[in-house]
């Protein structure tokens, strides 16, 4: 089967319109998509955002995350900055980038992960071979590997593997440990998102980076916004 993407698929990928891309870019870009695609297939609303690259702000040198994925479980939340690898990335690539997000992890927020999405179960043993040795500890227990095909099969129930330490595996779902909320009237998938989607909108985010205090049940108070950096 052949095939070729059209000037308006190639800018939904937010790929160069007029010039085609290659097939290791549009595999890279279609298991960013599958990542999310994945995890709100096996439930609804988990995902409340979904920002790739060029929507997301600056997080400092050598930090460029392909994607930004926020998941809010209604008891615990957390935000996920996610490495699409395609095996193509040279071990000195790999380590600048972990020591980038180490030290951006130094000063951040509770609840925020690097998540490295891979192409196979044999790239994630070679990252953890590559990381092995660095023994950073701004990034124990906030940095996991999962394979794609994985999150395909189970969603938030795959199981990710921590990059740089020995840690037991967990589920993707269970790194929601944030008692704070990430809520937002426009979850992906639903409705709402498909509308603000329609009317090329952008919705106020600045809740979802920090989170906010949970609404206790049968409360009428409203949340306050807090920051957790530095907590």
Same mark, same amino acid.
């Given at each position: 089967?052949? $095939?070729?993407?059209?000037?308006?698929?190639?800018? =939904?990928?937010?790929?160069?319109?007029?010039?085609?891309?290659?097939?290791?870019?549009?595999?890279?870009?279609?298991?960013?998509?599958?990542?999310?695609?994945?995890?709100?297939?096996?439930?609804?609303?988990?995902?409340?955002?979904?920002?790739?690259? &060029?929507?997301?702000?600056?997080?400092?040198?050598?930090?460029?995350?392909?994607?930004?994925?926020?998941?809010?479980?209604?008891?615990?939340?957390?935000?996920?900055?996610?490495?699409?690898?395609? &095996?193509?990335?040279?071990?000195?690539?790999?380590?600048? =980038?972990?020591?980038? $997000?180490?030290?951006?992890?130094?000063?951040?927020?509770?609840?925020?992960?690097?998540?490295?999405?891979?192409?196979?179960?044999?790239?994630?043993? =070679?990252?953890?071979?590559?990381?092995?040795?660095?023994?950073?500890?701004?990034?124990?227990?906030?940095?996991?590997?999962?394979?794609?095909?994985?999150?395909?099969?189970?969603?938030?129930?795959?199981?990710?593997?921590?990059?740089?330490?020995?840690?037991?595996?967990?589920?993707?779902?269970?790194?929601?440990?944030?008692?704070?909320? =990430?809520?937002?009237? $426009?979850?992906?998938? &639903?409705?709402?998102?498909?509308?603000?989607?329609?009317?090329?909108?952008?919705?106020?985010?600045?809740?979802?980076? $920090?989170?906010?205090?949970?609404?206790?049940?049968?409360?009428?108070?409203?949340?306050?916004?807090?920051?957790?950096?530095?907590?």
């Amino acid at each position: 089967m052949a $095939y070729r993407l059209s000037e308006s698929g190639r800018r =939904r990928l937010h790929l160069n319109p007029y010039r085609s891309p290659s097939l290791v870019t549009v595999r890279h870009q279609l298991d960013g998509v599958e990542f999310v695609t994945g995890i709100h297939r096996q439930e609804h609303g988990l995902v409340q955002l979904w920002w790739p690259e &060029s929507m997301i702000p600056s997080l400092g040198d050598g930090i460029h995350p392909d994607q930004l994925v926020i998941i809010d479980t209604g008891e615990a939340s957390a935000l996920f900055l996610v490495e699409v690898d395609e &095996s193509t990335e040279r071990p000195p690539v790999i380590r600048e =980038r972990l020591n980038a $997000y180490a030290k951006m992890f130094a000063v951040r927020h509770a609840g925020w992960y690097l998540i490295w999405v891979v192409n196979s179960p044999a790239r994630l043993a =070679r990252l953890r071979q590559i990381a092995a040795p660095m023994e950073i500890a701004n990034l124990t227990g906030r940095c996991w590997g999962v394979p794609i095909g994985e999150v395909s099969k189970l969603g938030g129930s795959a199981q990710v593997v921590a990059i740089g330490e020995n840690l037991p595996p967990r589920t993707l779902r269970s790194l929601a440990t944030d008692p704070k909320s =990430r809520r937002t009237p $426009y979850p992906v998938g &639903s409705d709402a998102w498909i509308q603000l989607l329609a009317d090329d909108g952008l919705e106020d985010v600045r809740e979802l980076w $920090y989170g906010v205090e949970r609404k206790l049940a049968g409360s009428s108070e409203k949340p306050e916004s807090g920051r957790v950096d530095g907590e």
